[in-house]
């Protein structure tokens, strides 16, 4: 698939079929994610793909919205705090590595027309506890994956004048 189509194609999917997801489609998006860049080439980050309905079951416990049980796996996007670079006032940048990491993955996994959807919007702390994550690692990102029960619905754009600015 070209790639402004993988572009335009990329949406949050939250329905999907319980379909089987291909050996080779994980092994893609594993070697999309071994090449997205991070500060000073550190990479620090982990992902696991969750298959394992127990460990499911532990995330799904953080975030309880249904459609996150339906796909037949979950994203689960670790960050190591301590060897991530840092800013010059000391801030850790993991966020942003993760975030680089993890639309690598999600644009990967729409070229294999898998579906995923960004979530963040849960308590770390307790995401971290229910999955027994230790410091220095955290859970930064997590993502259902699997295929799409039905093509997501088009959706309204800002008009590029207001998002994107050339200066001369």
């Known amino acids: 698939m070209e790639f402004y189509d993988v572009v335009k194609k990329r949406r949050s999917v939250r329905a999907f079929k319980n379909d089987p997801i291909c050996e080779k489609s994980l092994a893609r998006i594993a070697q999309s994610l071994q090449d997205a860049p991070s500060a ?32 037949p796996a979950i994203i689960v996007a670790l960050a190591d705090m301590d060897k991530c670079w840092k800013r010059l006032d000391g801030r850790p940048i993991a966020d942003m590595d993760i975030g680089i990491a993890m639309e690598h993955v999600v644009l990967a996994a729409a070229a294999e027309n898998l579906g995923t959807c960004w979530i963040c919007a ?4 307790e995401m971290d506890r229910s999955l027994e994550i230790r410091q220095p690692w955290t859970v930064l ?3 259902p994956l699997g295929y ?21």
């Not at 849960?122 to 702390?125: D, G, P």
């Not at 799409?148 to 001369?168: D, G, L, M, Y």
């Open 122 to 125: 849960y308590n770390v702390e």
């Open 40 to 71: 000073c080439n550190i990479q620090p980050w982990k992902f696991q793909i969750v298959f394992n309905q127990e460990l499911r079951n532990k995330i799904y416990s953080c975030y309880t919205r249904p459609w996150l049980k339906e796909a």
């Open 148 to 168: 799409a029960a039905s093509a997501p619905a088009p959706i309204n754009r800002k008009p590029i004048t207001e998002i994107f600015e050339v200066i001369n």
């Open 141 to 143: 990102a997590i993502s």
